[in-house]
């Protein structure tokens, strides 16, 4: 009986991790493809599939057969012992012992490619050049898989990087500072309006940023902020904000109050007591936030599209123009995809213990 | 504030009290007026210069990092130097000036801002009409074809969209805690959260491509391959209404389950084990345990994580921007918004969207208010 049970506990092991594993392979399959076609040479993409990488069987041409100009292309058409017409040959016609037989071009080539199933092992024509490609800025030649010769300028994706890590960073930094400053007033200093003032931060927690993005506009019209690296981290500073403040707020204010007292008695100024006290008993608080605004800065297409543009690309953006103007080149779009998602993923893996933190202190964002 | 207590004359005395005042004006005002111009020069030089980009980039952070924290240092110097008690009446609003000031500029203010401007004209001069024609941009928010399509897009993202990253965030935090891997499968379940939306649009219109009919061209997208594999023809996925809305709805499943599946997964873990353990003696089977005592433990939960989604499913805009742009029938309001107000040119309209969005969330802004309210003893 005890062996029963633990059999029948074994095999709903067995089922469990069996559906998990079947529900993380649809997740992690098509981010594998884009990363094995990353890798592949720009011809390769067009001609196969990237799951051909792996060891497969495939067609493996071992011949042609020359037909008679005496044979009729149009009717039945004797060959290697069998008959087949022209239209069957073109979708291709297995032989009894395993040979394939396909017609080759249009009916005046008179050809027919004799071919064999064999075994392919991993590819080994695995190539870096797509990364060199989008990521430099020089001008790149390749061919297409009309064997056309195509001439495009690079993508420039390492330009784009630099900006986007000039737009995350002191978009992680400024709205954390000023978030400190004013969980910090919040919690422990008194001053008309502070309730109303709160009560603005709550409600405008979940606003949606599309309302700002119309009038914010014309004041960076008038103040020339557009496409300017200050224009765009006060954007996302003030889109940031409320979460920061409020997810701060709820740490800070409740650090016990005897600790702060003391500090006052020594003769610590607010200033010293935030730097000195606060901020570093804060850090689980302020990192968790620091990698949820980073990762929302790096990500954000809307605001640096309409903020930034053309001017000064970040990569979300160049990204998107790849994809708007040479949406068929999986070459490019491919590396240039992981390009992007290099130092996420390198933050999101070292920290997602903060970050699962952050995300479930405050999981509502405007 | 150290006044000299010595007895001296009265002229000295006054005197020195009027150049100590004098002094610490003239300090007070030209400290923060340098560092203003400083700052200024180096914003010019970002602004106007063709210095190469590593330059620009790293000035520009510590430029923008220091600059900040520099205007706080001196903000509160200028006001501890302040005479009496006015600095300490002041130096609340040091600290939480710059929040409430940008917030203000960037969210509260903008609301007002677009709902006047919702009422004007395409440049946002002049009123749109007089008397009822006053809401033309309104009638255009609420009964255009256009809009009446992002309506019904912006539904089935908000519906399909919503429960199928509940409900598969519910089933694999579930299964994943009985597992001894558990924490590998939510790594992965979780990963695409690091993935911008176009990085996810690149991954998926990958899965989704079409090469189409033709003597010797292989069909590279995933989805077409197995589709061909099991015997079916391919498709162009993405140019097929009303069915390519739902080929656009799984990237933001495959984006958002990690997002419920972490949190459900912490509320599954608060549940005391005596709970699920008495049910069980009491002969309950796992179905029960699950209906009557793991989901009420976690409604609540389960009510935040759906609110959260279902607000981001209508503010939806990168995925159909880089995938479809919103065409062939997959158009949103965010995205019609966006080609009102930067194709089009016509202000009036996208504000009218933008407050449609608005009015949209006013449950939740609500409902958030008040919760603030009940915690305010705390407060």
């Known amino acids: ?366 | 504030m150290q006044v000299p207590h010595e007895k001296r004359s009265a002229l000295a005395g006054l005197i020195n009290w009027f150049t100590t005042i004098v002094g610490r004006v003239f300090i007070s005002l030209f400290t923060p007026a340098i560092t203003f111009l400083v700052l200024w020069r180096v914003f010019l030089f970002l602004r106007d210069s063709d210095a190469p980009q590593i330059i620009i980039v790293l000035v520009a952070i510590l430029w923008g990092v220091g600059g900040v924290a520099l205007l706080f240092v001196i903000s509160n110097w200028v006001v501890e130097q302040l005479p009496g008690n006015w600095g300490q009446r002041l130096q609340p609003f040091v600290f939480i000036g710059p929040a409430v000031v940008i917030m203000g500029w960037y969210l509260a203010i903008p609301v007002f801002r677009t709902l006047v401007l919702s009422f004007k004209d395409s440049l946002g001069q002049d009123w749109i009409g007089k008397g009822w024609a006053i809401f033309d941009n309104y009638r255009f928010a609420f009964t255009d074809r256009i809009m009446l399509e992002t309506f019904r897009n912006n539904f089935l993202w908000m519906v399909l969209g919503t429960s199928l990253s509940v409900g598969f965030g519910l089933l694999i935090a579930v299964l994943a805690d009985r597992s001894k891997f558990e924490s590998i499968y939510k790594s992965i379940i979780f990963m695409p959260m690091a993935i911008s939306f176009v990085g996810a649009g690149v991954i998926w219109k990958f899965v989704y491509t079409y090469r189409g009919e033709g003597v010797g061209i292989q069909e590279i997208g995933l989805l077409n391959a197995i589709v061909l594999a099991l015997g079916g023809e391919s498709q162009p996925w993405l140019s097929l209404p009303p069915w390519n809305n739902l080929f656009l709805i799984i990237i933001m499943v495959w984006l958002q389950t990690g997002f419920a599946m972490v949190v459900i997964s912490s509320a599954i873990k608060g549940i005391p084990a005596e709970l699920l353990e008495a049910a069980r003696i009491d002969g309950a089977n796992e179905a029960q345990a699950f209906f009557k005592i793991t989901i009420p433990y976690i409604k609540g939960t389960l009510i935040t994580v759906t609110t959260t989604i279902v607000i981001f499913s209508l503010k939806l805009f990168d995925i159909v921007r880089v995938m479809t742009g919103g065409n062939n029938g997959t158009n949103v309001i965010a995205n019609e918004f966006y080609l009102q107000r930067f194709t089009y040119g016509n202000t009036g309209r996208a504000s009218a969207i933008a407050i449609v969005l608005l009015i949209a969330v006013i449950p939740v802004i609500l409902n958030n208010l008040r919760e603030f309210n009940k915690d305010r003893r705390a407060f």
């Open chain 1, 1 to 366: 009986m005890a062996t029963g049970t633990k059999g029948k506990k074994h095999k709903s092991t067995l089922v469990l991790n069996g559906v998990l594993i079947l529900i993380c392979s649809i997740w992690l399959l098509p981010t594998l493809g884009v990363f094995i076609t990353s890798f592949r040479d720009s011809h390769d993409i067009f001609n196969s599939g990237w799951w051909t990488v792996f060891p497969h069987k495939e067609d493996d041409d071992i011949g042609e057969v020359i037909l008679d100009d005496a044979v009729d292309v149009n009717g039945k058409i004797p060959v290697e012992g069998i008959t087949a017409t022209f239209e069957e040959l073109r979708e291709g016609v297995t032989l009894p012992d395993g040979r394939k037989l396909t017609w080759f071009g249009n009916k005046r080539t008179r050809k027919i490619i004799v071919s064999e199933q064999k075994w392919v092992g991993f590819a080994n024509n695995l190539t870096l050049e797509n990364y060199a490609d989008v990521i430099t800025g020089k001008e790149i030649t390749f061919t297409d898989a009309g064997g056309n010769e195509i001439l495009r300028r690079g993508n420039n994706l390492g330009a784009a990087f630099l900006n986007s890590i000039a737009v995350a960073v002191p978009a992680t930094i400024i709205p954390i500072l000023i978030a400190a400053f004013a969980a910090f007033g919040f919690s422990w200093l008194k001053f008309p309006g502070r309730d109303l003032f709160f009560t603005m931060i709550i409600a405008i927690l979940v606003v949606p940023l599309q309302i700002s993005l119309v009038p914010i506009l014309q004041d960076y019209t008038k103040l020339q902020l557009n496409g300017t690296f200050l224009g765009i981290w006060l954007a996302h500073t003030g889109f940031g904000l409320p979460l920061a403040t409020y997810l701060l707020f709820n740490y800070i204010s409740t650090l016990p109050r005897e600790l702060l007292e003391a500090a006052y008695i020594d003769g610590a100024s607010n200033f010293t007591i935030l730097f000195r006290l606060i901020l570093p008993l804060s850090v689980p608080s302020l990192a968790s936030f620091a990698i949820f605004q980073f990762l929302w800065v790096w990500n954000d297409y809307l605001v640096s599209l309409v903020f930034l543009g053309e001017k000064t690309r970040v990569i979300t953006y160049a990204l998107a123009s790849i994809v708007g103007e040479k949406g068929q080149d999986w070459h490019l779009l491919t590396s240039g995809a992981f390009v992007s998602m290099l130092l996420p993923m390198a933050v999101f893996f070292m920290l997602q213990r903060y970050f699962v933190r952050g995300m479930l202190a405050g999981s509502v964002k405007g």
